[in-house]
């Protein structure tokens, strides 16, 4: 497993929306969309702490000759919540499982794709106000005879603060890697715009590679 000991980023900044689910009886659609790593998923909060849902995960090695296609089932949990008077804490669990198709195309080979039963336990923490945030996040994602687990460290800042109202301008920066498919930390500064119960944001990272992300609650 590897540690990532650099990298920056933001995610949420306001309550309604600082984390992997929303409020109590709400439906969450986000998605993280470019060329090596495209992931979309919907969850429905059951409590204020604990939400279901599905998603579908595409991983690309950097040689584009190695591909993923991950179908779960979802489940996260809020462990912990500390809310003072500018700032909040979270601790989350997010989980899944599912079946992933594995396709490792050599050259000059018959291609090969196997499926398999894939597990993915993780953590996330996050610390925010209106005007910073951090995050850290590490996620498993084994089966049998492979391990693609995921590290990611993000940090931001607004540009200035906005009413709940209106929309409020961010710089993100994100550094994550994903063990076996990559060799490199892939970082990306990007501009995120965030309104009430949705965001969106896009950059470019340090490969040129296009990322657009997006959020909604509702």
Same mark, same amino acid.
């Given at each position: 497993m590897r540690i990532l000991i650099l990298g920056l980023c933001l995610l949420w900044a306001l309550p309604a929306t600082a984390g992997p689910m929303g409020f109590q009886s709400?439906?969450?659609?986000?998605? !993280?969309?470019?060329?090596n790593w495209r992931e979309a998923f919907v969850n429905y909060a059951l409590t204020s702490r604990d939400a279901i849902g599905i998603s579908q995960t595409y991983m690309r090695s950097d040689n584009k000759l190695q591909t993923r296609d991950l179908s779960e089932i979802t489940y996260t949990r809020l462990l912990y919540r500390l809310n003072q008077a500018h700032a909040q804490s979270n601790l989350w669990f997010v989980s899944g499982i599912g079946g992933i198709n594995i396709d490792n195309n050599q050259p000059e080979a018959k291609p090969e794709v196997q499926q398999k039963i894939m597990l993915s336990p993780g953590v996330s923490a996050d610390y925010e106000?209106?005007?910073? *945030?951090?995050?850290?996040?590490?996620?498993? *994602?084994?089966?049998?005879?492979?391990? /693609?687990? *995921?590290?990611?460290l993000r940090a931001g800042f607004s540009f200035y603060e906005? !009413? *709940?109202?209106?929309?409020?301008?961010?710089?993100?920066?994100?550094?994550?890697?994903? /063990?076996?498919?990559?060799?490199?930390? =892939?970082?990306?500064?990007?501009?995120?715009?965030?309104?009430?119960?949705?965001?969106? =944001?896009?950059?470019?990272?340090?490969?040129?590679?296009?990322?657009?992300?997006?959020?909604?609650i509702f």
């Open positions: 709400s439906w969450m659609s986000m998605g !993280d969309l470019g060329p106000t209106r005007r910073l *945030y951090f995050s850290a996040t590490q996620r498993l *994602y084994r089966s049998e005879n492979l391990n /693609h687990d *995921y590290s990611a906005t !009413d *709940y109202t209106q929309t409020q301008p961010w710089l993100v920066i994100e550094a994550r890697q994903m /063990h076996d498919l990559t060799e490199q930390v =892939e970082v990306t500064p990007m501009l995120r715009f965030i309104n009430k119960q949705y965001f969106i =944001e896009a950059g470019v990272n340090n490969t040129q590679q296009v990322r657009f992300n997006f959020m909604f």
